[in-house]
């Protein structure tokens, strides 16, 4: 049974950091591509960096760009998000995804997580 938990959400303010964590389990961490997802109230679900299995293809969204940094540990099943430099509009709750042969498609993900919560305070 797939299991992937995310933690490191919270309240900050704005112009802080966050790290947010997705440790996985039940499949072969190493050769999935993951990603990062967020849905603020309202909206639609975003994609807000993804990250192949080899490493060797890394996206980040224009509105978190400079800001955010994606990394993984295939030693500890584990993706991480560096969220730096926080805005308001970065408020959301934050899902990660994984996928055995599709790079960075919400709609084909095969696999989430149950979300963190990021709130940033202006």
């Known amino acids: 049974q797939v299991q992937m938990v995310e933690s490191g959400g919270g309240l900050v303010q704005a112009g802080g950091s966050l790290r947010l964590s997705c440790t996985v389990s039940g499949l072969s961490f190493g050769n999935y591509h993951m990603g990062w997802f967020r849905q603020a109230p309202g909206k639609e679900r975003e994609g807000v960096s993804c990250i192949s299995w080899s490493t060797s293809r890394i996206y980040y969204s224009d509105s978190v760009k400079g800001r955010f940094t994606i990394s993984r540990d295939d030693a500890k099943n584990t993706l991480y998000l560096q969220m730096n430099s926080l805005k308001p509009e970065d408020t959301a709750m934050y899902y990660c995804?994984?996928?055995?042969?599709?790079?960075?498609?919400?709609?084909?993900?095969?696999?989430w997580g149950q979300g963190t919560r990021v709130t940033v305070s202006s």
């Open positions: 995804a994984a996928d055995r042969t599709t790079y960075c498609s919400e709609s084909r993900a095969t696999y």
